[in-house]
């Protein structure tokens, strides 16, 4: 606990020293950036060393009179520092040399932001009462809020930073009362009170739903998930990577912590909710994914996506845990808890890539990127590995997660509800199909921007990122590579935090740091180090092969050009192209606008905007109506004195007759 909070009190120092030299972007890059990643390593070596440890209790004498912060390091919290801790020390190296002059608000402020963003992150986790939850959940939003619009002078990017903090106060209200209702009448807002209240089914159930709501607009769960593809593009690339890969893990973290935890009793079909909103969630934004032309809002309807795998999930552990099936349970929380840390590195990664070519290129659109492999051969190979764990390909992490998803749902037994037992085997066909699509939309992803041919000259200039970057980077990259080859070492870990959620649970892990046995090894085993030394033997022995055959002979002959002699670099396939089957399978997802050219016109033109169902069929509607009801609300200020007095007068009464 005093490390975790050493490293919380270096970010904020940090923060503040940012402000002595608020101008000097080589201070605040090459001094201040580097050291938040050492405190970051810090709070992720303090929390892998409280994992295994018995919970820790701390107050500081913080906020108001009488209501002091009260901290807990227990293993569920202790699990989410550390993918916090690991994932800022990446993206803090990175940042140390992503930010330029010029980019917003000053390099001293936007250091004090992210370090507070960071350090309110770790608050929500330590936090033990609804009152410093809810102070650092506050603060959280706020400093992301000011980091999302740090180019504030552009109206786009301010539009996406209210749409950001609308959703994030209705998910903040929401929880307000959650904790409200978990209090059971004791007006005791510390956790341990709201552990020991007594709930019936019906206000465990409003607890619960109000806790849906507020996480769920925290991670982006469908359907509100819309300040996500408007605020990640908005967002500096640093600040996405944190957002997508750690912000969205505080719901997580916390709809746990109400569902598993404060809750007394779990009924099953609040598992059955989650696991179909996850599961929509994720097809959802696959599908969105598909037909994406700018490569930060790509990134981020594949974050809807992991998030829908997340929840689903999360609704499969509950509803398991609810039937008394605890090794099942186990296995499917174990699959959350897993994928939960994949993402955080993964998409990372990603974003921080992204980051690198909007430098390199000033290009957002993939309509207009392609060949960079050769320019920028370190964020391209670095970026290969993300995508690759991404899909889901062995040996990376990202398989592993999904694979033991997928496991939790094949050894389902007959589960004694009718409904859920005909749910399961629908949601690991939705769950298959979602893994296959999401595989599709990285290839397009990797393959327009990094393969084929320059699309515009001036991408011919791109240069590859820096010492710092590349360190950053590397990093992350590491991480999905280590997380993918030794699953077993990670259960290991994760049987702790397991063992605290749900109690005496079984310990999954069976096998050894060869072999992954989540249950029964008559059922399935994955090895991944025996798939990468024979994926390794395989490629050897075609080295050899042809060596031998060939004689070590290399033959240059020009590329197949499909008969057209003439080969251009806007012949290549584009992302429209790789998102057009999609947008005719799942055309009644999107809402689509069509510009069709006829035979006769002279300058023909082909447009097509995908938008999004839910935007125009209730978002804005509600706008609409609020808008509605403020104008007429308006009236009221445009009178006289004498009707002023008259409408408090009224309000008086009214409110004494209510009284009386």
Same mark, same amino acid.
Request: aromatic share 12%; with cysteine; net charge positive.
């Given at each position: ?11 904020? %120092? ?9 101008? !000097?972007?080589?201070? #605040? ?112 939003? %706020? ?77 982006? &769960? ?20 944190? +957002? ?22 779990? =009924? ?22 598909? #037909?994406?032309?700018? +490569? ?31 090794? &099942? ?49 370190? #964020?391209?190979?670095?970026? %290969? ?7 889901? &390909? ?105 063992? !605290? ?23 399935? !085993? ?45 012949? =290549? ?52 109506? #609020? ?9 009221? =200020?445009?009178?006289?004195? !004498? ?18």
């Amino acid at each position: 606990m005093t490390l975790a909070l050493a490293a919380l009190l270096g970010w904020g %120092l940090i923060g503040l020293l940012g402000l002595l030299r608020p101008a !000097s972007l080589v201070y #605040v890059g090459r001094v201040l950036f580097p050291l938040g990643a050492l405190c970051a390593l810090l709070l992720a070596l303090a929390a892998l060393a409280a994992l295994p440890a018995e919970p820790r209790h701390m107050i500081l004498p913080l906020g108001l009179p009488g209501l002091p912060f009260s901290l807990r390091l227990d293993p569920l919290s202790a699990f989410f520092l550390f993918l916090l801790g690991g994932t800022a020390a990446g993206v803090s190296a990175f940042s140390a040399g992503y930010f330029r002059a010029g980019d917003g608000a000053s390099p001293g402020l936007l250091c004090l932001q992210y370090h507070a963003f960071l350090a309110s992150m770790a608050l929500v986790m330590l936090a033990d009462d609804a009152y410093s939850f809810m102070v650092s959940w506050e603060t959280m939003a %706020l400093a992301s809020f000011f980091l999302v619009t740090t180019q504030h002078r552009i109206p786009e990017i301010r539009s996406a930073g209210f749409l950001y903090l609308l959703l994030a106060h209705l998910g903040a209200i929401s929880l307000l009362l959650c904790f409200g209702v978990l209090q059971g009448g004791s007006w005791q807002f510390s956790f341990d009170a709201m552990r020991a209240a007594h709930l019936d089914p019906t206000w465990s159930s409003v607890a619960f739903l109000l806790a849906m709501l507020g996480f769920g607009a925290k991670a982006g &769960l469908v359907p509100l998930h819309v300040w996500l593809p408007e605020a990640h593009p908005a967002a500096p690339s640093p600040v996405s990577a944190l +957002m997508s890969g750690v912000m969205l893990k505080t719901a997580i973290y916390g709809i746990l912590r109400v569902s598993f935890d404060l809750l007394p009793v779990q =009924q099953w079909w609040w598992g059955a909710l989650a696991l179909a909103l996850g599961l929509f969630s994720a097809l959802f934004g696959v599908v969105f994914a598909a #037909v994406q032309t700018d +490569m930060k809002r790509l990134l981020a309807y594949s974050s809807i996506e992991n998030i829908g795998i997340v929840f689903a999930g999360f609704g499969l552990a509950l509803m398991f845990h609810a039937f008394g099936m605890s090794a &099942l349970a186990a296995l499917a929380l174990a699959a959350t808890l897993y994928h939960c840390l994949n993402h955080a590195f993964f998409k990372s990664l990603l974003f921080l890539a992204t980051g690198s070519v909007l430098h390199a290129t000033h290009e957002r659109s993939l309509g207009k990127l392609g060949g960079l492999m050769r320019r920028m051969p370190w #964020v391209a190979w670095l970026a %290969l590995i993300g995508t690759l764990a991404i899909a889901g &390909l062995p040996p990376l992490n990202g398989f592993v997660s999904e694979w033991l998803l997928l496991q939790s749902f094949l050894f389902t037994p007959e589960i004694p509800q009718p409904f859920a037992n005909m749910l399961v085997p629908l949601g690991a066909a939705v769950l298959a199909l979602t893994a296959a699509l999401a595989a599709y939309v990285m290839v397009k992803f990797y393959g327009v921007i990094f393969l084929g041919r320059m699309r515009e000259p001036a991408l011919d200039e791109a240069r590859d990122c820096g010492r710092l970057e590349r360190i950053g980077l590397a990093w992350l990259a590491l991480g999905c590579v280590v997380l993918g080859l030794v699953p077993s070492v990670v259960l290991g870990y994760l049987d702790q935090v397991i063992g !605290s959620v749900l109690g005496n649970s079984p310990a999954l892990r069976e096998g050894s740091i060869w072999l992954l046995v989540p249950l029964s090894e008559h059922r399935a !085993s994955y090895s991944p180090i025996v798939f990468l030394l024979g994926s390794a033997l395989v490629l050897a022995l075609t080295a050899l092969v042809a060596k031998r055959a060939y004689h070590g002979r290399v033959r240059r002959a020009p590329a197949w050009d499909c008969g057209f002699a003439g080969q251009t670099p806007r012949m =290549q396939d584009t992302a429209e192209g790789f998102g057009q089957p999609i947008r005719h399978i799942f055309g009644p997802f999107f809402r689509m606008r069509r510009e069709l050219p006829t035979p006769f016109d002279t300058d023909p033109v082909y447009r097509v905007q995908v938008e999004d169902r839910i935007w125009s069929a209730f978002y804005l509607p509600v706008a609409n109506a #609020v808008l509605a009801v403020a104008g007429w609300v308006g009236h009221l =200020q445009r009178g006289r004195i !004498s009707a002023y007095l008259l409408y408090s007068f009224v309000t008086l009464l009214t409110l004494l007759v209510i009284v009386l």
